[in-house]
């Protein structure tokens, strides 16, 4: 079974820092793309940042230049850091990631969600 678990969440003043980390574990061949999305209450989830398995990285709009994704030297770890927090960015964060595995002698790719990671940002 593959899943993917984040952690770092929590509350922060504004202008404060927080750093997020995703892990995926279970029988993984390799993990292609890695992303973060956020859900504000009363909001559709969007697509904060994601990075591929060459390094190459996406932001929206609204977090470019204040927040930086990266993975880990394991591969299957990813980061989040979130510099300059506004509390517009008060979500719920999901880490997402497809990841190749082997099914009755088939790969093939699966897209694999946690259960997200609140951050408050709040004075």
């Known amino acids: 079974q593959v899943q993917v678990m984040e952690s770092g969440g929590g509350l922060v003043q504004p202008g404060g820092s927080l750093r997020l980390s995703c892990t995926a574990s279970?029988?993984?061949?390799?993990?292609?793309?890695m992303g973060w999305y956020r859900q504000a209450p009363g909001k559709e989830r969007e697509l904060v940042a994601e990075?591929?398995?060459?390094?190459?990285?996406n932001y929206a709009d609204s977090v470019r230049g204040r927040f930086t994704i990266s993975r880990g030297n394991a591969k299957n770890t990813m980061y989040l850091q979130m510099n300059s927090l506004k509390p517009e960015d008060t979500a719920v964060h999901y880490c997402?990631?497809?990841?190749?595995?082997?099914?009755?002698?088939?790969?093939?790719?699966?897209?694999?969600w946690g259960q997200g990671t609140l951050v408050t940002v709040s004075s």
């Open positions: 279970g029988t993984i061949i390799s993990i292609d793309t």
């Open positions: 997402r990631a497809t990841v190749e595995i082997v099914s009755l002698g088939i790969r093939k790719y699966l897209e694999v």
């Open positions: 990075i591929t398995s060459s390094g190459s990285n």
